[in-house]
């Protein structure tokens, strides 16, 4: 080891104010003098190079300022100087395992007095220690079968016995020369390898924990968020319980319960407030979900109705569009998502991406830390509201709590429509719950106080001009040919035909010289209203459905295609179609709870799906059954009949 003097101190390393610092409160006044002294010794000798002075100030000898000096610029393993902590007394600044030179050879010599064999053991066969670590790795499972879904020490050894004999060890050799073999080795290496070992950590834990392994590290990513609006983060949530959808049957009004409900909330990293937010009832989102969010942003928020009981609004609670003065409309100017399916999809990154003017950025695969806030948003969520219902899924499956949630919801009749009460109430009274992140400010508050003031940070951002092909956020762009005749005994005014629905207006119905010409058409999903240019981009206004049933009912476009297919089929009429479809699909809900009364109905999510989106509910026919006097007194212990079992 080469031996340091003020001579050959590497130039890097003269100035001890640079070095790695250490603590000496812990020590009492004795030492932390002791300390002191050595430490202005080696101050005045690495300053003037007068060791004669430095021991003579410090009342120490020559060596010892030499000694302590060469202690203080020790190497660790990484290569990093012990620093002030050489000074230290007691502190050992070596490696940890003891470093042996020879392995204990013959019969049963490792039985005794083989301290630091294992390591030196590993050093000298790098075959066996190769594939120790592939074992560990594989939790012990044969190298042609994968990864062993129950690892355990007992197989990661079987595979260190196999590959010493094939390394040509024998029974006079370590780590074979001892009772247990090395097991008890093994053992503790596997334990101290696992967690340094991203493969490691997803065969023996999980790949749950092998993300986590990768956080905690202290490194930070450059913040992109430094005001309100710049960065904001969305993704889609499936709420930790279940609701029901009142249908008749034939013993009257029944809950069926229905599929979990989906979340889509936007939220501000710089705020952590939420922006908007979409619900769907389905067992997917899509895309339209994800657009619904987005408009849901730019449109001012109004209290609902509540009829959950225990729930309220508190006071400055709501969305920021609405409940700031001044905020016209949330628009970021980045957008991230993850790799969803559906964020993928040409009306996220292309119509969204232009409507709203920003960029679209998607984080890494698995990576869930990098939309976080969105992620605590929903644990925020589950925590203090929907896992509290007596209907909750529980946090994972072995929740104590979770007890039979879908009999929970039909008992106690939780409604979708409370469901989406309580979704509501949460997201509105967390933009106005003070957060310590924030400073105790509430996430809204912190929105406001960026947008006037002293502390004004951010501008809200213009939008983005509406043209013939670049609709406003929510609209889709079609072409369609405008349709009519005009000849010898018929007379039929301009229309456009829209998923098999007519459309036109005053303007349009007049204009038969664009009978057979193209037209231009912006179609807003959420509610098939429909807007219609010429050729030229010169605008004919807004259409009028001429369908009567279509009319008087809200609907979305998917539901109007779902209805056509089932029209097309025979299955409902087409007078009043959005109607005929709830009944239709309440038919199809007590056909399938007669089987499988307390399962979750398919049909019935799409009835409340339906209603949801309609604001149309089917009609509820509470009927009994006329009273008929037995002809004996029914005992007891026998239960009246329900329509289930009829």
């Not at 009492?28 to 000798?45: G, N, V, W």
């Not at 029209?567 to 709870?593: C, Q």
Request: hydrophobic share 35%; proline share 6%.
């Amino acid at each position: 080891m080469k031996r340091y003097t003020f001579k050959n101190v590497p130039e890097e390393w003269r100035d001890p104010g640079r070095w790695p610092e250490c603590s000496v409160d812990h020590l009492d006044q004795d030492q932390q003098a002791r300390f002191r002294r050595y430490a202005k010794a080696i101050c005045t000798y690495l300053q003037a190079g007068a060791l004669t002075q430095a021991a003579s100030e410090a009342g120490l000898s020559k060596q010892s300022v030499i000694d302590k000096l060469n202690r203080c610029l020790s190497l660790d393993h990484e290569g990093r100087i012990a620093g002030w902590a050489g000074l230290l007394a007691y502190v050992r600044l070596s490696p940890i395992h003891y470093s042996r030179k020879a392995l204990p050879h013959g019969s049963r010599a490792a039985e005794t007095g083989a301290a630091g064999a294992f390591e030196s053991f590993l050093r000298e066969h790098a075959e066996v220690r190769d594939r120790l670590h592939d074992a560990i790795r594989r939790g012990g499972a044969n190298p042609f079968r994968g990864t062993s879904r129950n690892p355990t020490r007992r197989s990661v050894f079987a595979c260190f016995l196999e590959a010493c004999k094939s390394a040509g060890l024998t029974e006079q050799d370590y780590p074979l020369n001892s009772r247990s073999r090395g097991r008890r080795s093994v053992e503790r290496y596997v334990q101290t390898y696992v967690p340094t070992d991203p493969s490691a950590v997803e065969t023996w834990f999980g790949a749950n924990a092998r993300d986590q392994w990768k956080l905690g590290t202290g490194k930070k990513r450059f913040p992109l968020a430094m005001a309100p609006l710049d960065l904001c983060g969305a993704d889609a949530h499936k709420m930790h319980c279940h609701g029901v959808v009142h249908v008749t049957g034939p013993a009257g009004i029944q809950p069926v319960p229905i599929e979990r409900i989906w979340i889509f909330p936007v939220v501000d990293f710089g705020a952590r407030c939420v922006l908007g937010y979409s619900v769907s009832i389905a067992t997917e989102i899509s895309a339209e979900t994800v657009e619904q969010a987005l408009v849901a942003c730019q449109s001012p928020w109004v209290p609902r109705v509540l009829t959950i009981k225990g729930y309220q609004y508190k006071p400055g609670a709501g969305l920021p569009v609405g409940i700031i003065e001044g905020l016209p409309a949330c628009r970021p100017c980045v957008l991230q998502l993850d790799n969803a399916a559906q964020h993928y999809a040409s009306r996220v990154i292309e119509t969204a991406r232009r409507a709203l003017g920003c960029a679209v950025t998607f984080g890494p695969i698995g990576a869930w830390w990098r939309n976080g806030f969105t992620e605590r948003f929903f644990k925020s969520l589950e925590m203090f509201g929907f896992q509290c219902q007596e209907s909750s899924t529980g946090s994972n499956p072995a929740d104590v709590h979770r007890r039979d949630p879908v009999k929970q919801a039909i008992r106690n009749e939780i409604s979708w429509e409370e469901l989406l009460d309580l979704v509501d109430v949460l997201i509105a009274n967390y933009n106005a719950e003070p957060q310590s992140a924030l400073g105790g400010q509430s996430p809204l508050s912190v929105m406001r106080a960026g947008l006037k003031g002293p502390r004004a940070s951010y501008v809200p951002r213009g939008s983005v001009p509406s043209t013939v092909c670049t609709p406003a956020l929510g609209v889709a762009v079609e072409r369609r040919t405008i349709r009519g005749a005009a000849k010898k005994g018929v007379i039929t005014r301009p229309y456009v035909m829209v998923d098999e629905v007519r459309y036109t207006n005053d303007v349009l119905s007049a204009r038969f010289d664009l009978i057979g010409k193209s037209s231009i058409v912006h179609i807003r999903d959420a509610d098939m209203r429909v807007t219609c240019f010429d050729a030229n981009g010169q605008a004919l206004g807004h259409l009028e459905m001429l369908h009567p049933g279509w009319r008087n009912h809200t609907h979305s476009r998917q539901m109007r295609k779902t209805i056509n297919a089932l029209i097309r089929n025979g299955r409902i009429s087409g007078s009043d179609p959005v109607t005929g479809y709830l009944e239709y699909l309440n038919k199809e809900v007590v056909s399938e709870i007669r089987g499988a009364p307390d399962k979750v109905s398919k049909s019935a999510t799409k009835l409340a799906e339906a209603s949801r989106v309609s604001g149309t509910k089917v009609q509820l026919i509470e009927t009994k059954s006329p009273a008929v006097p037995p002809a004996r007194p029914i005992p007891g212990h026998i239960k009246q009949p329900s329509w289930r079992r009829t």
